[in-house]
């Protein structure tokens, strides 16, 4: 058996490196076993079907479904770090799944695991964020296999939650008051330099076993690079103030009413940003030889793909996809009857796939097609409430697949030309869901079903369905109205409630 037919190992195949990861893996001749909680996050991506990919539900921390995964594999890829919002400690979420992954990797008998970790100073004070990424190298170390660590400060890429902090601060923020971190040296690289030095590192027998820092050439900190985002997304430049009384927790809140990022997520990297993250060695470079881009290329880079709607992947997509199965009104045994729902629908003289692309562009930059004013006040409302509000955006305008957040919503079900599925993220007393059917009435009409579905929390819950009712009408009416008018198609009948 040649080495690139027998299997890799994909553990964190649908995060924000193994997304990207994957494809180029398959590109490079490579069989490839994904680890998926969601596998239906993958299903729909355009690689999805090679016939070199295998995609295995499972869990990091179900040791043995990890370890029926491994089996069979040659190397093992480990890109899992837990920053779930609501794990209390992720560090001991973190040493769970590193222990269960080196026994896995014993049991298989791998040849390598390769490991992507964070960049500070062993010896020195480190941020909880990244004393638990040494940690988990130091556990898959302790294991019978050969572990590859490769040390990385910030990742610049478009979608990666260090980035997106970055551009919506230097964004919105013509004068910025900041910690004292912003002085702190650093040395980011881009994340196609990542991509490199990860797939290299499978063709190259002296990295087994070491372990490496991995950065573009230069020194700078955060202010240098605030500076230089400035300037290649065309801003005037920047007025930053460092004051020493922001700490790390009132900076995470700052980036929550600021960026994308919640607080909880925000929290932990901003700890990180206190530490000087700088390479103390450059072997990789010469083993796996590359051109390095420099600060100003790897951001000028990430901009362009945001430009284009080609992000690959973004740090909004991890996390399971939430079930909704209550939200089918034809199931009383979920709500109990308590099951909210509204249900409109309109005819339009189109084919389905004429309507879709309005449908499924729907949210981000394009909007909710009627009345944004409110849905951007229900946003701001809930970022004040912790909540993820609109800041999120999404992905891709062109793309949509399951697992994709778009501003306070999660997909949870795609049939294209056909069904979209949307599972409320935003601070509610109950579950709501948002979804739209397209129905092929005949050869020259399509109906276009929408229904919101509500399965409320207590009393508090039912108190607030009745408030927004009256808020149905236009919001929904409006929009079923203005995906018409975005697909260009004439309405035959409705808006109606059904």
């Not at 979420?93 to 390769?114: C, G, P």
């Not at 551009?167 to 040395?187: E, N, S």
């Not at 922001?246 to 530490?275: D, F, K, M």
Request: aromatic share 8%; net charge neutral; charged share 20%.
């Amino acid at each position: 058996m040649s080495q690139k037919s027998q299997p890799i190992f994909v553990a964190g195949a649908t995060g924000y490196i193994g997304g990207r990861l994957l494809p180029r893996l398959l590109d490079a001749g490579y069989a490839v076993v994904a680890l998926a909680r969601a596998p239906e996050k993958l299903k729909d991506r355009p690689w999805a079907q090679h016939p070199q990919l295998t995609i295995v539900k499972g869990d990091i921390l179900d040791a043995e479904s990890l370890r029926q995964a491994v089996n069979g594999c040659r190397a093992a890829y480990y890109l899992v770090h837990s920053m779930n919002p609501d794990v209390t400690d992720f560090s001991q979420t973190d040493r769970v799944a590193a222990k269960n992954m080196a026994a896995a990797a014993a049991s298989a008998k791998l040849e390598q695991i390769i490991y992507l970790s964070g960049l500070g100073e062993v010896e020195g004070d480190l941020s909880h964020h990244l004393q638990s990424r040494t940690e988990v190298g130091d556990i898959l170390r302790h294991g019978s296999v050969p572990v590859t660590i490769l040390r990385a400060a910030m990742i610049i890429g478009s979608g990666s939650a260090s980035f997106e902090i970055l551009r919506y601060l230097v964004d919105r923020l013509p004068v910025m008051i900041t910690p004292r971190w912003v002085d702190t040296p650093c040395q980011p690289i881009g994340v196609r330099n990542v991509l490199h030095y990860l797939i290299g590192c499978l063709e190259h027998q002296d990295v087994v076993g070491e372990t490496f820092d991995i950065g573009q050439p230069e020194v700078i900190n955060y202010r240098k690079l605030m500076q230089l985002y400035a300037e290649e997304a065309g801003l005037p430049k920047r007025l930053i103030l460092p004051v020493p009384v922001l700490t790390p927790r009132l900076s995470s809140y700052w980036i929550h009413l600021v960026t994308p990022v919640p607080a909880a997520i925000a929290r932990p990297l901003a700890e990180g940003l206190s530490n000087p993250v700088i390479c103390h060695e450059n072997r990789l470079a010469t083993l796996l030889p590359q051109e390095l881009f420099d600060c100003r290329k790897s951001i000028r880079l990430a901009l362009d793909r945001i430009k284009q709607h080609q992000v690959e992947t973004s740090w909004t997509n991890s996390g399971t996809i939430p079930p909704a199965e209550w939200s089918d009104p034809g199931d009383p045994a979920w709500a109990g009857g308590s099951l909210y729902t509204d249900s409109r629908r309109i005819i339009l003289a189109s084919q389905r796939e004429d309507v879709w692309p309005a449908v499924s562009s729907i949210g981000g930059q394009v909007g909710y097609y009627y009345a944004n004013w409110l849905w951007q006040i229900r946003g701001l409302l809930d970022r004040l409430c912790g909540g993820v509000g609109l800041c999120r955006g999404r992905r891709s305008v062109a793309e949509i697949y399951p697992g994709d957040a778009i501003d306070f919503w999660r997909v949870v079900a795609v049939n294209r030309s056909d069904l979209l599925v949307l599972s409320a993220e935003m601070k509610m007393p109950g579950k709501a869901v948002l979804m739209f059917r397209l129905l092929q009435r005949d050869e020259q009409h399509t109906e276009l079903q929408q229904v919101a579905s509500f399965l409320p929390r207590g009393l508090f819950g039912m108190a607030y369905w009745y408030a927004v009712m009256p808020f149905h009408h236009y919001v929904f009416t409006g929009m079923l109205q203005g995906i018409a008018a975005a697909s260009g198609k004439k309405i035959i009948s409705g808006p109606e409630k059904f």
